[in-house]
């Protein structure tokens, strides 16, 4: 065996390439685009919020048949919502915190009829014996949403409702007629107050007899008993006293005729 010379060989390690970080980057600046993107998108797309109650409405009026209520609008965040009201008849047992039976009051009768809404709400008769309030419905509306733009449904909008305190129990309305009191026979002074007293005004006529002193009533229009408008005139007659006649009193004789001829002038100073 011939051995040859020795041959040395070195061998170079391979190059290691380094990690691509610049794609880490892109890809994490690319997430921030997009979930920025997107959250942006998401904030300038999301319904906005429903308005916030500041303070409840309230009721102001005379709680009474016939007369006018009216709404204390409530105050709201944003200041500029908009406000519709819808009164209800709750039972007079019914609190505020225990509203559950409260209905919507209608107005009108047959397909006329419709729900009591706005500022004012005259008390009916049908709200007797039951209490009162008012629902307050505040809708934020885009002011750029006008026209075919516009909902055609307003609770498709944010909005938050709030109701007032309850009145008092609505009392019976007062009468309006009365029976007429009896006054035939009394003097013209104590069927005035008779009168008066039971709602009703008075109205004085003479006939042509031959009167005395505070004479008694001799007729009355209307009659005793008969239903009338409270305030209106009750007429009587009496008779006529003659210009000729004074009446003195005395202690014993409460109205007592002196003809003028037995008038004495007095003699001396």
């Not at 706005?118 to 949403?145: F, L, M, N």
Request: charged share 15%.
């Amino acid at each position: 065996m011939v051995s040859g010379p020795t041959v040395a060989f070195q061998v170079a390690e391979p190059n290691k390439r380094k990690f691509p970080w610049w794609i880490v980057i892109v890809a994490v600046v690319a997430v921030l685009l997009l979930a920025g993107g997107g959250i942006l998108i998401w904030l300038l797309t999301r319904p906005a919020p429903p308005p916030t109650l500041i303070k409840a409405p309230t009721i102001s009026g005379t709680v009474q048949i016939g007369s006018d209520l009216t709404v204390v609008d409530g105050g709201w965040d944003p200041a500029d919502a908009v406000l519709f009201h819808v009164w209800q008849s709750c039972p007079a047992t019914a609190t505020d915190e225990d509203a559950v039976d409260c209905v919507n009051i209608t107005v009108g009768t047959g397909p006329d009829a419709k729900v009591a809404q706005g500022q004012s709400y005259v008390v009916s008769p049908a709200d007797e014996g039951r209490r009162i309030r008012v629902v307050e419905t505040a809708v934020r509306v885009d002011p750029k949403a006008t026209g075919k733009d516009a909902p055609k449904d307003v609770s498709v909008l944010p909005h938050e409702s709030a109701a007032s305190k309850m009145t008092d129990t609505v009392p019976p309305a007062p009468p309006t007629t009365a029976p007429v009191p009896a006054v035939v026979g009394l003097t013209f002074g104590d069927a005035q107050s008779v009168l008066s007293q039971a709602g009703f005004q008075i109205l004085g006529t003479t006939s042509s007899e031959t009167g005395e002193c505070d004479p008694p009533i001799e007729d009355q229009n209307p009659e005793a008993g008969v239903e009338a408008n409270i305030g209106s005139v009750v007429a009587v007659t009496t008779k006529q006293p003659p210009p000729i006649t004074a009446c003195w009193n005395f202690p014993l004789n409460d109205h007592l005729l002196i003809p003028n001829d037995w008038i004495f002038e007095q003699v001396g100073p």
